[in-house]
């Protein structure tokens, strides 16, 4: 089935890579561009060679009949009104994370997703990365036994390649730092892999990059999951090296799950993606492992080859009416990790995620 995509949101640090995702995509026929700054829509068609309209307002968009499903990248503040209003025109949305500043603030977008019945996913892209699929199926079968805790990295480039002046480092329109802009990712995989919900979270974040910004470019988090697992999330803009901007950028990436029977992890060794299984012998002090490697073909999607496979299972859902690969239940449950995060760091008590995440 070909569709037409609408593009809201040009100048999003990840604008481009979605729409080269579109092109990339045998389904998708044509895109219509919009973006509130004039001088964006004028840019727009030069990065879309799929470009077939640029309207000057959201309406305009909206309302046309070919277009199917809509992509929203724009600053985080204005993101819940967007879903909305996507919803009452009928469009199925891919929407970039974390959706919202608060959880509390998404809640009214998901209800109109309910009520119109459009599909929608947030794009937790690493759910479709080949190494996390088989992380899943390893911890779902019981691969380390039960869960005892996990340690998760996710170290990035310093404030200074990215713009301290951008919105992304203004509390007012991005809700957080590092955390909701990247540290998400790891929430949500957290869950994805695991099966399980957070239960509790305490933390300790700071500023301190020297940069002109107000929110957290360093985040030490630990997190207590529904079945009784301890876990740590460290995050910061911390690398002292790298390219400018958002295209490129170089990490430090790390999952490590560490169970009664085993340790399970992810890691990076050049362009091989690894996963590490370390299991124990029955009755015994030795162990097995296996580590399964992943190279993964060069795609100039957002995300990488898995970002467009994304996208591929979230309009295969559209037609089918199944499940998407991230739902807004999903992105849900992350917001609410993330304000219990925000409030533990700003009050120095521990949150309690039971009731929010029943």
């Given at each position: ?87 009452r025109a009928g469009k199925h949305v891919i929407c970039e994370k ?8 998404l809640r009214p977008a998901l209800d109109a997703l309910a009520r119109h019945r459009v599909g929608f ?238």
């Amino acid at each position: 089935m070909r569709t037409v995509a609408g593009m809201i949101g040009l100048t999003h640090p990840h604008s481009a890579g979605h729409l080269r995702t579109l092109d990339a995509l045998e389904e998708v026929e044509g895109v219509v561009l919009y973006d509130p700054d004039p001088a964006a829509r004028d840019a727009g068609p030069g990065l879309c060679r799929k470009t077939r309209a640029v309207c000057d307002d959201l309406p305009a968009l909206l309302g046309r009949s070919d277009v199917s499903v809509v992509v929203i990248a724009l600053p985080t503040d204005r993101t819940p009104d967007a879903i909305a209003e996507c919803a009452r025109a009928g469009k199925h949305v891919i929407c970039e994370k974390p959706c919202a500043r608060s959880a509390g603030e998404l809640r009214p977008a998901l209800d109109a997703l309910a009520r119109h019945r459009v599909g929608f996913t947030v794009c937790y892209v690493w759910r479709a990365h080949p190494a996390v699929a088989r992380m899943r199926e390893l911890v779902r079968a019981g691969a380390v036994g039960r869960l005892t805790s996990a340690e998760l990295r996710m170290v990035t480039s310093q404030v200074q390649f990215r713009d301290p002046a951008h919105w992304l480092f203004k509390r007012d329109v991005a809700g957080g730092g590092v955390l909701s802009w990247l540290g998400c990712h790891w929430l949500d995989a957290l869950r994805y892999v695991t099966g399980e919900e957070v239960r509790a979270a305490s933390a300790i974040v700071g500023t301190l990059s020297g940069e002109p910004i107000d929110v957290e470019d360093v985040a030490s988090v630990n997190l207590r999951l529904s079945g009784g697992a301890l876990v740590n999330l460290y995050a910061g803009y911390l690398l002292p090296f790298g390219p400018s901007g958002y295209e490129g950028a170089v990490f430090d990436l790390s999952m490590i799950f560490r169970g009664a029977a085993g340790t399970l992890q992810y890691g990076r060794s050049g362009d091989e993606h690894l996963v590490t299984l370390r299991s124990a012998a029955p009755g015994g002090r030795t162990a097995s492992q296996r580590v399964d490697r992943y190279v993964l073909p060069p795609v100039p999607a957002y995300g990488g080859a898995p970002g467009l496979r994304f996208i591929e299972m979230f309009l295969q859902s559209v037609r089918d009416g199944g499940a998407g690969p991230a739902s807004a239940v999903d992105a849900l449950r992350v917001l609410e990790i993330l304000d219990a995060i925000y409030f533990s760091a700003r009050t120095g008590r521990g949150a309690d995620l039971a009731a929010a995440s029943d």
